[in-house]
């Protein structure tokens, strides 16, 4: 199974080049281990996977609150896709409020207040459950 998996996430039929006359979707994920997003769209009714990406936490951000890991699979996913969806609307769907959290936090850190100020960079639609 595994194999197959894997063979059906690398071949060309699934991944697509970025049609910058459409919207983006980040869909993003963390676990106590690491982070995920994909990169879609959606036009002719049908959805397009257009690039992946992961990465383990380091040993500090695996101290991290549930909610802290959401806000920083964000913050990750937004950086390593920035240059597809910089100056563009997206909609980020995620499991966790972190978004909604970020913008209404009372206690905010240092590393919450960067956090909230470079999503504020972004055109982000809504975030989507």
């Not at 063979?7 to 963390?30: G, R, W, Y």
């Not at 101290?63 to 890991?69: A, D, F, G, K």
């Amino acid at each position: 199974k595994f194999e197959t998996l894997k063979q059906k996430l690398i071949t060309s039929s699934i991944k697509n080049t970025p049609n910058f006359h459409h919207p983006f979707t980040l869909e993003v994920d963390a676990c106590a281990y690491g982070l995920g997003a994909v990169l879609t769209q959606e036009y002719n009714e049908e959805k397009f996977v257009i690039a992946y990406a992961s990465r383990t936490l380091a040993s500090a951000e695996r101290n991290y609150s549930s909610t802290e890991r959401e806000a920083l699979v964000i913050i990750w996913a937004t950086k390593h896709f920035r240059p597809y969806i910089e100056r563009l609307e997206i909609l980020i769907r995620t499991d966790c409020q972190a978004l909604q959290w970020l913008k209404e936090s009372k206690d905010v850190t240092e590393t919450l207040g960067r956090w909230a100020m470079y999503l504020a960079t972004f055109q982000i639609k809504k975030n989507k459950i």
